[in-house]
């Protein structure tokens, strides 16, 4: 197992256009999380589903955000009309069971709004 | 609700030597979790260590050790034997008994000079 892997690592897109990541899970764990990093801040939870089902939204998650992980596999997370505040980091990241031995993290995927 | 703050933006120590980085939080939760994880440029974070908050011994992995003081809530990380390696952001981060609000503090940039 290569740990959890997400792409693309790099997105520029238009202001107003519509972006999907994916992130790839280790296999057997069943908890994934969605995470948002700006320059220079800690990661901040968007989402987290245990299997397919999405458990929880975070308030910085608005109606542009939606986050979907079809039969508890891999996850795709898209921002519709993408604004320039939008530019961050989104990092994904999976545990087995609660995850309170601490998460797996992916490398990331780097979303530039212009 | 869980709070974690980090008051040092930056540090720097010298190879070999040892460094302490502080760590506090705030917590409602009877049961929880602590970690630090280190976040080297451009690539994924990984977990350095965990301490259960029941348990009062502190956690140790090899060069890092932390002092837990669940009164006074704070959370911080040692390293020993700096190394060139150690260089990165790290980040204290907390979580609750059901392992699905891994909550950040703003990091601290740890410069490792040799």
Redesign the interface.
Request: hydrophobic share 35%.
């Given at each position: 197992d290569t740990?959890?892997s997400q792409d693309p690592r790099h997105k520029i897109t238009k202001r107003g256009q519509n972006v999907t990541f994916r992130c790839d899970p280790i296999s057997e764990h069943n908890?994934l999380?969605w995470y948002r990093q700006t320059l220079?801040?800690?990661?901040?939870?968007l989402t987290?589903f245990q299997n397919e089902a999405q458990?929880?939204k975070s308030r910085l998650l608005s109606d542009r955000f939606s986050a979907e992980r079809p039969k508890g596999s891999f996850s795709t997370l898209e921002i519709q009309r993408t604004e320039q505040g939008d530019s961050a980091m989104y990092?994904c990241?999976s545990?087995l069971?609660?995850?309170?031995?601490?998460?797996?993290?992916?490398?990331?995927t780097r979303l530039t709004v212009v | 609700a869980q709070t974690?703050t980090?008051s040092q933006p930056e540090m720097s120590v010298q190879e070999a030597e040892t460094v302490t980085l502080s760590c506090t939080y705030d917590t409602s939760e009877s049961d929880y979790?602590l970690?630090w994880?280190k976040q080297p440029p451009s690539?994924?974070?990984?977990?350095v260590i965990?301490q259960?908050a029941y348990k009062q011994q502190n956690a140790t992995e090899n060069r890092f050790s932390v002092n837990f003081q669940k009164a006074a809530k704070s959370f911080s990380l040692k390293i020993s034997d700096s190394q060139l390696g150690d260089a990165a952001m790290y980040?204290c981060?907390s979580?609750n008994?059901?392992?699905?609000?891994?909550?950040?503090?703003?990091?601290t940039r740890l410069m490792v000079k040799p």
């Open positions: 740990g959890v908890r999380y220079g801040q800690g990661p901040e939870f987290y458990l929880e990092l990241a545990s069971g609660t995850g309170v031995n601490g998460y797996t993290f992916g490398s990331g | 974690v980090q979790y970690f994880y690539r994924q974070m990984i977990l965990r259960e980040f981060a979580n008994n059901a392992g699905n609000m891994l909550t950040f503090g703003g990091g």
